[in-house]
């Protein structure tokens, strides 16, 4: 199933398992029951999704309105700022305007959770988070306002390019954001490991089993309840035996001989409760063991029909009852167009050239779309069907010499085979599971009073019998289920561990990045247990000895390890988020930890956009020493809750400025500086041209994978300046002379390109054109970013 093409549903793959089983018919066709009938296809959900900026007004520690700018592509941002600066409430805003809850504050008292407002802002929190989803040209936005007197209720929606605000919920992003969460604040990082039932399941939801499960969890009910019936009778039977041997009377002896065999003959059993017994009598015991709807099956069958009433009405609204007909219509144009190619005319209308080429393609893909919408209203009519039927199979004809009360009971139940009302049908069970109790009741007293000791035991007899005839049933049924059950929790357990065994092994990758020196060893990590005892278990040792590391590993670890286990759940291809945001990952952190969180964010930076927030400076200044490209802004506070942002380092000018440093480094050996300084401008200038060309390709509604695809197969630096400024490689010089005036700018380009193999013709190039090189790398590099 981990295989399996995209177009191949969860029933298609269920079905050819079932194909390739050597389960018995009975029990396949009892695994499709469970399975259900085909859903019709929804709106997909959103993929591609990047942060685009992030606004903030009245929201915790922030007071006036505040923008939060984000590269909406992969890469890493750090923002940074000393507790209480504000910066966390950027983080917490966005998974609140996302989710509508804080995994920081969920937990706690009123008193954390009673007010989101500033105390400096006294106005309605708001908070709006722009999200570039891949294919739309235009960004979607988010917002979160806090409504009522009390500022205690929310509003979120969202207004996507060309639309009108929307509830949030109309993204389809609600599942998608509990099975591949994109947020990892501090309080659930350091909690992570304590909890093996929470971790098994947040990595289960991603491993794409969740129908499978249930599949699972339906059998295995149903097994439960028919062992359950099954042995009820078995279980009973020892004091209804101590009954009948109390009592004085053949029939009663005859009984006990019978029932302590082994298979007894119910028969000849039920025979002795009518035997020699007057018409009255014998119609008592009629009566007495007389036996109304259960009402259980009742209740299950009604709300059986009741959901698939409701599939068929929502096959309905999407117009696919009248699909069938309508593809059956084109096909018979299509074919009389084959027949008559010379003559487009349309034979209804005569309207010359109304069949021509484009029609013929347009009325094919007609064809295959209204197939697809008839075959799930066929689908909805079938289960609606089977259902129904299945509730008639519940509805027995009366037996005969009813009292005429209950008669006419009874034959309100039998008119409610036509089934058109469910709580009719309920409800007409429900009177006549009541009447037959009540004369069930009132034919035994009689019978008590009549025989004595035997009549009090016969219904006992009679109601065993019926008990044990039942367990019969249960028991032939039994066999069947199991099959069914144990083949479902083989699949789903051995798809659970191979779809796992990848999952961990990416974490142990991450493990072994931040390890540093630790002497502890991640080794498998399973899925394991159902229900109550269901848990995730890590294969853990310190210097080889296992089962030991948890318990001796300090805090800078567990943190390490629990975002080596987050990584890979939101890291997964299915998830439609391309961006992650970490709060505070650094705590308790030792350096060389620092070092290896800073390495892996590089490492996952290439596949995601990664936001971390983190008041610890240790974070951007291993960043900084280790050479890896990210941009750090830093969040500062001032008088009442008042937010400023600066950039402190972006790549292009942190390139920059590393050129400038050796250039004025008088310590380096003569001569060094001018052979390395061409090659750190030209890094710098590329760099740029990166920035402008994801600018440019994800404006013309570009898929974000296309767009990184089309960056990384541009080699040289006049096909990355190609590349951003849409023309070719030859015109680049020119063109840069055009836009930005004189001939200083080809002239830079090209000591950039040509100069970092040849230094001396960087120099040579930019003769005449000022005596600051960087000055004019610098230059040309922001204007561009200014495009």
Same mark, same amino acid.
């Given at each position: 199933?981990?295989?399996? *093409?995209?177009?191949?549903?969860?029933?298609?793959?269920?079905?050819?398992?079932?194909?390739?089983?050597?389960?018995? *018919?009975?029990?396949?066709?009892?695994?499709?029951?469970?399975?259900?009938?085909?859903? *019709?296809?929804?709106?997909?959900?959103?993929?591609?999704?990047?942060?685009?900026?992030?606004?903030?007004?009245?929201?915790?520690?922030?007071?006036?309105? !505040?923008?939060?700018?984000? #590269?909406?592509?992969?890469?890493?941002?750090?923002?940074?700022?000393?507790?209480?600066?504000?910066?966390?409430?950027?983080?917490?805003?966005?998974?609140?305007?996302?989710?509508?809850?804080?995994?920081?504050?969920?937990?706690?008292?009123?008193?954390?959770?009673?007010?989101?407002?500033?105390?400096?802002?006294?106005?309605?929190?708001?908070?709006?988070?722009?999200?570039?989803?891949?294919?739309?040209?235009?960004?979607?936005?988010?917002?979160?306002?806090?409504?009522?007197?009390?500022?205690?209720?929310?509003?979120?929606?969202?207004?996507?390019?060309?639309?009108?605000?929307?509830?949030?919920?109309?993204?389809?992003?609600?599942?998608?954001?509990?099975?591949?969460?994109?947020?990892?604040?501090?309080?659930?990082?350091?909690?992570?490991?304590?909890?093996?039932?929470?971790?098994?399941?947040?990595?289960?939801? !991603?491993?794409?089993?969740?129908?499978?499960?249930?599949?699972?969890?339906?059998?295995?009910?149903?097994?439960?309840?028919?062992?359950?019936?099954?042995?009820?009778?078995?279980?009973?039977?020892?004091?209804?035996?101590?009954?009948?041997?109390?009592?004085?009377?053949?029939?009663?002896?005859?009984?006990? !001989?019978?029932?302590?065999?082994?298979?007894?003959?119910?028969?000849?059993?039920?025979?002795?409760?009518?035997?020699?017994?007057?018409?009255?009598?014998?119609?008592?015991?009629?009566?007495?063991?007389?036996?109304?709807?259960?009402?259980? #099956?009742?209740?299950?069958?009604?709300?059986?029909?009741?959901?698939?009433?409701?599939?068929?009405?929502?096959?309905?609204?999407?117009?696919?009852?009248?699909?069938?007909?309508?593809?059956?219509?084109?096909?018979?144009?299509?074919?009389?167009?084959?027949?008559?190619?010379?003559?487009?005319?349309?034979?209804?209308?005569?309207?010359?050239?109304?069949?021509?080429?484009?029609? @013929?393609?347009?009325?094919?893909?007609?064809?295959?779309?209204?197939?697809?919408?008839?075959?799930?209203?066929?689908?909805?009519?079938?289960?609606?069907?089977?259902?129904?039927?299945?509730?008639?199979?519940?509805?027995?004809?009366?037996?005969?010499?009813?009292?005429?009360?209950?008669?006419?009971?009874?034959?309100?139940?039998?008119?409610?085979?036509?089934?058109?009302?469910?709580?009719?049908?309920?409800? @007409?069970?429900?009177?006549?599971?009541?009447?037959?109790?009540?004369?069930?009741?009132?034919?035994?007293?009689?019978?008590?009073?009549?025989?004595?000791?035997?009549?009090?035991?016969?219904?006992?007899?009679?109601?065993?019998?019926?008990?044990?005839?039942?367990?019969?049933?249960?028991?032939?049924?039994?066999?069947?289920?199991?099959?069914?059950?144990?083949?479902?929790?083989?699949?789903?357990?051995?798809?659970?561990?191979?779809?796992?065994?990848?999952?961990?092994?990416?974490?142990?990758?991450?493990?072994?990045?931040?390890?540093?020196? #630790?002497?502890?060893?991640?080794?498998?990590?399973?899925?394991?247990?159902?229900?109550?005892?269901?848990?995730?278990?890590?294969?853990?040792?310190?210097?080889?000895?296992?089962? @030991?590391?948890?318990?001796?590993?300090?805090?800078?670890?567990?943190?390490?390890?629990?975002?080596?286990?987050?990584?890979?759940?939101?890291?997964?291809?299915?998830?439609?988020?391309?961006?992650?945001?970490?709060?505070?990952?650094?705590?308790?952190?030792?350096?060389?930890?620092?070092?290896?969180?800073?390495?892996?964010?590089?490492?996952?930076?290439?596949?995601?956009? =990664?936001?971390?927030?983190?008041?610890?400076?240790?974070?951007?200044?291993? !960043?900084?020493?280790?050479?890896?490209?990210?941009?750090?802004?830093?969040?500062?506070?001032?008088?009442?809750?008042?937010?400023?942002?600066?950039?402190?380092?972006?790549?292009?000018?942190?390139?920059?400025?590393?050129?400038?440093?050796?250039?004025?480094?008088?310590?380096?050996?003569?001569?060094?500086?001018?052979?390395?300084?061409?090659?750190?401008?030209? =890094?710098?200038?590329?760099?740029?041209?990166?920035?402008?060309?994801?600018?440019?390709?994800?404006?013309?509604?570009?898929?974000?994978?296309?767009?990184?695809?089309?960056?990384?197969?541009?080699?040289?630096?006049?096909?990355?300046?190609?590349?951003?400024?849409?023309?070719?490689?030859?015109?680049?010089?020119?063109?840069?002379?055009?836009?930005?005036?004189?001939?200083?700018?080809?002239?830079?380009?090209?000591?950039?390109?040509?100069?970092?193999?040849? *230094?001396?013709?960087?120099?040579?190039?930019?003769?005449?054109?000022?005596?600051?090189?960087?000055?004019?790398?610098?230059?040309?590099?922001?204007?561009?970013?200014?495009?």
């Amino acid at each position: 199933m981990s295989s399996s *093409p995209a177009h191949v549903t969860f029933h298609d793959e269920i079905r050819a398992r079932l194909e390739e089983s050597e389960l018995p *018919p009975d029990a396949k066709e009892l695994v499709l029951a469970t399975l259900g009938p085909v859903q *019709p296809r929804l709106a997909p959900t959103p993929s591609g999704i990047y942060l685009g900026a992030i606004t903030v007004r009245g929201f915790r520690g922030i007071g006036r309105a !505040i923008r939060l700018p984000l #590269s909406p592509a992969n890469g890493l941002t750090v923002v940074t700022g000393r507790n209480g600066s504000g910066k966390s409430s950027f983080a917490e805003a966005v998974e609140m305007a996302l989710t509508g809850e804080n995994s920081r504050w969920k937990d706690r008292s009123q008193v954390w959770t009673g007010s989101y407002t500033n105390l400096h802002e006294q106005v309605s929190p708001e908070i709006e988070v722009e999200l570039t989803i891949s294919g739309e040209i235009e960004p979607s936005v988010v917002n979160l306002t806090w409504i009522g007197d009390k500022h205690n209720e929310t509003l979120a929606t969202v207004t996507r390019p060309g639309r009108s605000a929307a509830p949030l919920s109309s993204l389809g992003l609600a599942d998608a954001l509990t099975d591949f969460r994109p947020f990892l604040p501090y309080a659930e990082l350091g909690a992570a490991l304590d909890k093996p039932t929470e971790i098994h399941d947040k990595i289960s939801a !991603i491993l794409g089993l969740g129908q499978l499960a249930e599949i699972c969890k339906a059998l295995h009910e149903q097994t439960l309840t028919l062992t359950k019936t099954a042995r009820n009778a078995r279980q009973s039977l020892p004091t209804l035996l101590s009954r009948l041997s109390a009592i004085d009377d053949p029939r009663a002896r005859t009984a006990h !001989i019978e029932l302590s065999k082994a298979n007894p003959d119910l028969t000849a059993v039920e025979a002795l409760l009518t035997g020699g017994r007057s018409e009255e009598q014998q119609k008592l015991h009629a009566l007495a063991g007389l036996i109304g709807p259960d009402m259980q #099956s009742v209740r299950q069958a009604a709300n059986r029909v009741h959901f698939a009433r409701r599939a068929l009405e929502q096959v309905k609204n999407t117009a696919a009852e009248d699909a069938q007909a309508r593809a059956d219509l084109l096909e018979l144009a299509l074919a009389h167009r084959r027949r008559h190619a010379d003559d487009p005319s349309c034979p209804v209308c005569e309207t010359p050239d109304k069949l021509d080429d484009s029609w @013929a393609t347009r009325a094919v893909e007609a064809v295959i779309r209204l197939r697809e919408e008839a075959a799930a209203a066929a689908a909805a009519v079938d289960e609606l069907q089977h259902a129904v039927e299945a509730a008639a199979r519940l509805i027995v004809d009366p037996p005969a010499g009813l009292p005429t009360d209950l008669a006419l009971v009874w034959h309100e139940w039998t008119a409610c085979r036509s089934f058109t009302d469910p709580a009719a049908f309920v409800a @007409a069970g429900e009177r006549l599971a009541g009447e037959c109790s009540a004369v069930r009741d009132t034919a035994r007293q009689r019978l008590s009073d009549q025989d004595g000791h035997w009549q009090r035991v016969a219904p006992e007899v009679a109601a065993w019998c019926h008990e044990a005839r039942t367990a019969q049933t249960a028991k032939s049924r039994l066999a069947i289920v199991k099959k069914a059950d144990n083949w479902a929790r083989e699949l789903h357990d051995a798809l659970r561990a191979e779809r796992m065994a990848a999952q961990g092994q990416e974490a142990r990758v991450y493990w072994q990045i931040m390890r540093g020196q #630790s002497n502890v060893a991640l080794g498998e990590i399973r899925l394991a247990g159902r229900g109550y005892q269901r848990r995730a278990e890590l294969e853990v040792s310190v210097d080889d000895i296992p089962d @030991a590391a948890l318990g001796v590993m300090s805090q800078g670890e567990l943190h390490a390890l629990a975002l080596s286990l987050f990584l890979p759940r939101a890291l997964v291809d299915r998830s439609p988020f391309r961006f992650l945001v970490v709060d505070d990952p650094v705590q308790s952190m030792d350096p060389e930890k620092v070092d290896g969180l800073a390495e892996l964010l590089e490492e996952v930076a290439k596949r995601r956009q =990664v936001v971390v927030f983190t008041h610890d400076s240790r974070l951007p200044e291993a !960043i900084h020493r280790l050479g890896i490209q990210a941009t750090i802004m830093e969040v500062r506070r001032g008088e009442r809750s008042r937010i400023d942002i600066s950039v402190d380092y972006d790549p292009v000018e942190r390139a920059l400025k590393e050129a400038r440093t050796i250039a004025l480094n008088r310590r380096l050996p003569e001569g060094v500086g001018p052979v390395v300084l061409p090659g750190m401008c030209r =890094v710098a200038l590329e760099t740029a041209f990166v920035e402008v060309a994801r600018r440019r390709l994800l404006a013309q509604g570009i898929e974000h994978a296309d767009t990184e695809r089309r960056i990384a197969d541009a080699r040289s630096t006049g096909e990355i300046a190609a590349l951003a400024l849409d023309i070719a490689p030859d015109q680049v010089p020119f063109h840069l002379d055009q836009r930005f005036g004189g001939t200083w700018a080809g002239a830079v380009y090209r000591a950039c390109n040509q100069g970092s193999h040849n *230094p001396q013709r960087f120099y040579a190039i930019l003769r005449g054109h000022g005596d600051d090189p960087i000055g004019n790398v610098t230059s040309l590099a922001r204007k561009l970013r200014e495009v």
